[in-house]
């Protein structure tokens, strides 16, 4: 997080002396993309908290902790593929879980599962590829998710 | 006051309002389930509200610098290695969800892209766009955000490979969807 900050100020200081207007538009984007992702991303909050609060840590971590598995495994690859959530709202939610006790290969399973395979936008995919080609490719990401979220259980 | 609750009924905010309302409501009561709900909430809330202006305003920066149409040039008249690093460039550059990348890919079968590099432009545009790149690397750590991108990339490279091969000799085309 902290990288991150430095990192936007230095960004905003070299290119405020390189272009006064270039930045303002920039940092103007910036603004408006944060308020129009604002609303879903309290939604998801809400619903975070709840469900933490339902569901203790330690059940959790038993169900999808690094120890749970291949049924953890599983249920993460599932929920990833049929999810349609955006990156920008995956991310601090996967941070939320990851802090209750998830472990780094399920988060890596969800995320890589979230991002690559789409289920509900399937016949959409077919539309422009056929659903032949549309099916084989997100099996394959299927199967290349799982290998990704095993590689880093491994290493973290 | 009434327009204020056609307001809030029209807009995102009125499930946030509701729940606001009833940890209210419940705190009054003295429910236990208050306290430990608006507790998660904020603790995470803070957490978010603190980092995310800095997150988007690096967002909007980079996306004001480099402007997708100098690399679009590119897009189709370099083969081989270069055309796929082009793509993957390209790729990172975009943002929104994947279904925004089908109409894209077929733009690229148009201008003469391989099967491979549009294969490997939809797997670049799902996994390593620059935008959300910055989200993961803000709340899931710079280790784990290069760890997947590094795994992702040759997974991605492998599957446009695959179908490549599977549909050399089949009659594939990119639709216009639609």
Redesign the interface.
């Known amino acids: 997080m902290l990288l991150l900050v430095s990192i936007t100020l230095i960004a905003l200081v070299v290119s405020l002396m390189k272009d006064r207007g270039k930045t303002v538009s920039g940092v103007r984007k910036g603004i408006k993309m944060f308020t129009n992702i604002l609303p879903a991303m309290l939604n998801i909050l809400i619903l975070v908290s709840i469900f933490l609060y339902l569901v203790p840590g330690p059940v959790l971590a038993h169900w999808l902790g690094k120890e749970s598995g291949l049924t953890g495994m599983t249920m993460a690859a599932l929920l990833g593929s049929v999810s349609l959530i955006p990156g920008f709202i995956a991310f601090p939610m996967a941070a939320i879980l990851l802090k209750s006790g998830i472990g780094y290969n399920i988060i890596a399973i969800f995320v890589t599962t979230l991002l690559m395979v789409g289920v509900l936008t399937l016949p959409l995919e077919a539309k422009y590829f056929g659903m032949r080609v549309a099916v084989l490719r997100n099996v394959l990401s299927f199967i290349g998710a799982i290998l990704i979220g095993l590689l880093i259980g491994l290493i973290l | 006051m009434k327009k204020y609750i056609t307001w809030l009924t029209e807009?995102?905010?009125v499930?946030?309002a509701l729940?606001g309302i009833v940890l209210l409501i419940s705190r009054l009561l003295k429910l236990s389930?208050s306290t430990?709900?608006?507790q998660?909430?904020w603790t995470?809330?803070v957490e978010?509200i603190t980092?995310?202006?800095?997150?988007?305003?690096?967002?909007?920066?980079?996306?004001?610098?480099f402007p997708r149409e100098k690399v679009e040039k590119h897009i189709g008249h370099e083969a081989g290695i270069k055309g796929t690093v082009w793509v993957i460039l390209l790729a990172m550059l975009q943002a929104g969800?994947?279904?925004g990348a089908?109409?894209v890919?077929?733009l690229l079968w148009k201008k003469g892209s391989s099967i491979r590099n549009i294969?490997i432009y939809?797997?670049a545009f799902?996994?390593m766009?620059v935008p959300?790149l910055?989200?993961?690397?803000?709340?899931?750590g710079?280790?784990?955000s290069l760890?997947?991108t590094l795994?992702?990339l040759p997974?991605?490279v492998?599957?446009a490979v695959?179908?490549e091969a599977?549909?050399k000799d089949k009659e594939?085309e990119?639709?216009?969807?639609?």
Do not use: C
């Open positions: 807009s995102e905010y499930v946030i729940f389930f430990g709900i608006s998660n909430f995470f809330f978010m980092f995310l202006p800095f997150m988007f305003i690096l967002i909007g920066l980079i996306d004001v610098w969800p994947l279904y089908f109409p890919a077929h294969f939809i797997g799902a996994t766009k959300m910055t989200f993961e690397i803000g709340f899931l710079l280790k784990f760890l997947r795994f992702t997974v991605f492998l599957i695959l179908l599977y549909l594939f990119v639709r216009q969807g639609s």
